[in-house]
């Protein structure tokens, strides 16, 4: 097979941070052929830093360019509008969360990919870190039992975030916040163990009106933030119930961030560091640490989606954070947007078509 040809669209913090910095990985089956991001500075610098050929601050360029792969690494409310024209320009996709801003936007990114017969990956590839694997095998194994009760936290701390060079901006907007940013990562994961989220209850707040970014190249800029930064759900899976926390107001917590428990036993693991063992509660009543194997020294290993994706092109076998995986979780987002507002829990039909209904 010859190596695929990668355009990665937009180079921001993420992008630098956690798929440029592990792309080494991919150099036997891709090569990144072209980046493309807003600043012409950030771009070029980028560019030349990791030894890409071409760069470009118009992404109809890049994903013209003989491209095989879209990643698409841009900023939430432009999701949906690049990665519509890289598989109309007959590219395979990778695009970071959320798939779009609504889940009827998504359903028709995801309608068109399995038109053109093009592969859509869509992020938080959470499934496939080492310790999603591992539990989820361990639930098919019947070890644990049947598990009755969930809870999972994700908690993006409050801002100013140290260290941040980008604009923050968009992340406090009124279609964003954590919900979307970081409630995404417990809800793939609890989805894709336990299946598909049959009601959701909701209460949220807002902490803070706006901050003022502390350092970096947007030092003093007034951020608005535009949308509840506290948020609590409760929700009802097939045999099983959860709740989930997110926001971007506290400070972290020395809980597991998620934790799975039945009659007889539990497990608990981590849902953003690959390096984290996993712990399991076993019918003798003591917690077992169980190293799991792992390619990123430590975080979230958002890397192994394109090499899923790679994978996907590669055997043609369904993507397993598909882009129906992603769909539902923004069903739940919008169930819970509207419990929150309504006060009522928000039933979800189980082959749903568009909003979710009360």
């Given amino acids: 097979m010859r190596r695929l040809r990668v355009a990665i669209v937009g180079v921001g913090d993420v992008a630098q941070r956690d798929y440029l910095s592990e792309a080494h990985r991919l150099s036997d089956r891709a090569e990144i052929a072209v980046v493309c991001g807003k600043s ?4 070029q610098r980028v560019a030349a830093q990791y030894g890409i050929p071409r760069w470009t601050v118009d992404y109809h360029e890049a994903i013209t360019d003989n491209i095989d792969i879209v990643v698409n690494l841009t900023p939430h409310h432009v999701h949906h509008e690049i990665t519509l024209a890289a598989l109309r320009a007959g590219c ?4 970071e969360k959320p798939l ?26 959470i499934m496939l870190f080492p310790q999603l694997v591992m539990v989820r095998n361990l639930l098919e194994s019947g070890a644990l039992g049947e598990i009755v009760s969930v809870h999972a ?52 707040m807002r902490t803070r009106d706006s901050f003022t970014v502390a350092e970096g190249p947007h030092a003093g800029l007034l951020v608005p933030v535009e949308v509840d930064d506290v948020w609590h759900l409760a929700l009802r899976f097939n045999n099983a119930v959860g709740s989930i926390e997110v926001n971007f107001a506290t400070a972290p917590s020395s809980a597991p ?10 497990v608990a693991f981590s849902l953003l560091d690959v390096s984290a063992p996993v712990s399991v509660l076993g019918p003798d009543g003591d917690w077992v640490l169980t190293e799991v194997d792992h390619q990123r020294d430590a975080g979230p290993d958002h890397l192994l989606g394109v090499e899923h994706l790679i994978d996907c092109i590669a055997t043609g076998a369904a993507p397993i954070p598909s ?8 069903d739940v987002i919008a169930a819970a947007r509207t419990s929150a507002a309504s006060g009522r829990t928000v039933i979800l039909d189980p082959i749903t078509t568009g909003d979710p209904g009360e």
């Avoid at 395979?92 to 695009?95: A, E, N």
């Avoid at 779009?100 to 990956?121: C, D, F, H, Y």
């Avoid at 934790?259 to 539990?266: F, V």
């Avoid at 882009?323 to 923004?330: D, E, M, N, R």
């Fill in 100 to 125: 779009a801003a609504t889940s009827t936007a998504a359903r028709e990114l995801e309608r068109i990919s399995e038109e053109l017969n093009r592969k859509l990956v869509c992020a938080p590839s």
């Fill in 92 to 95: 395979h996709v990778y695009t």
């Fill in 323 to 330: 882009a129906a995986a992603a769909v539902h979780v923004l």
């Fill in 153 to 204: 936290h994700a908690l993006g701390g409050a801002p100013p975030w140290e260290g941040y060079e980008s604009d923050p901006s968009p992340f406090f907007s009124a279609e964003t916040g954590p919900l979307v940013d970081m409630g995404v990562y417990p809800l793939h994961a609890l989805t894709g163990l336990l299946g598909q989220v049959s009601s959701v209850a909701a209460v949220s």
């Fill in 40 to 43: 012409p500075d950030r771009v």
């Fill in 257 to 266: 961030e998620c934790e799975l428990r039945s009659e007889r036993g539990a």
